[in-house]
């Protein structure tokens, strides 16, 4: 069964960092570009972050460049988003997702962890 | 970047219905979108992608149409577990960009 997990996720004051992981199974981790999006409480997703499958790409939404970096490290099957700076706005589930082929299929995110909450609170 | 713009906001309609949902994308991306549909409390499920291609295991009566800059999503027949939020999501450039979100309601 494909499957990610998300971890790390958790209360942290402003300022502070935490870095999230998302470990794959199921599935040939290393030839798969994923990415991260989040939802904040009672609002819309919002992709955050992407990187290809040999992690020698990555891209990031404005509101975070800067402050996050995606990784990943395919010998564990496991994908990273380390987040500094964090701001009360970050306040956020976020989630993990795969692309559904290792080319074309545009839009095709085929799964999604469950989500991870992340609160940033004094 | 490209941004996406999705209409209604929210709609309500009765089971059987054919409803449809709407995004504009702000430049021309060819086919590149997706849609998605979430449940609260869940992740995001794939409905469609290319912008009309029927993810596996998806119920017929969703259907996606569009290229360019204008697509749509329709659910025809309306069921009960369509109660969801939609989202589309453009896939063409970086930064990607997810529409605004459509709750539909089951009156």
């Known amino acids: 069964e494909v499957q990610l997990v998300e971890s790390g996720g958790g209360l942290v004051q402003p300022g502070g960092s935490l870095r999230l992981s998302c470990t794959a199974s199921g599935f040939n981790f290393g030839t798969y570009a994923m990415i991260w999006v989040r939802q904040a409480p009672g609002r819309g997703l919002e992709w955050i972050s992407g990187i290809s499958a040999y992690g020698g790409s990555t891209d990031y939404a404005d509101p975070v460049k800067g402050r996050f970096t995606i990784s990943r490290d395919n010998s564990r099957n496991t994908l990273f988003l380390q987040m500094n700076s964090l701001r009360p706005d970050d306040t956020a589930v976020y989630f993990c997702?795969?692309?559904?082929?290792?080319?074309?299929?545009?839009?095709?995110?085929?799964?999604w962890g469950h989500g991870t909450l992340v609160t940033v609170s004094s | 970047a490209i941004q996406m713009t999705q209409s209604p906001s929210s709609l309500s309609a009765s089971v059987g219905d054919r409803v449809t949902i709407t995004c504009r994308a702000s430049q021309v991306m060819r086919n590149d979108l997706g849609w998605f549909q979430q449940k609260p409390g869940k992740a995001p499920k794939l409905l469609i992608y290319d912008a009309s291609t029927l993810q596996t295991g998806v119920p017929s009566r969703f259907s996606g149409r569009g290229s360019g800059t204008d697509f749509t999503l329709t659910i025809s027949n309306l069921q009960p577990e369509d109660s969801a939020t939609y989202y589309c999501l453009q896939d063409y450039s970086f930064p990607l960009h997810f529409g605004g979100g459509t709750k539909v309601e089951i009156k």
């Open positions: 997702a795969k692309r559904g082929a290792t080319v074309g299929q545009p839009g095709a995110f085929d799964c």
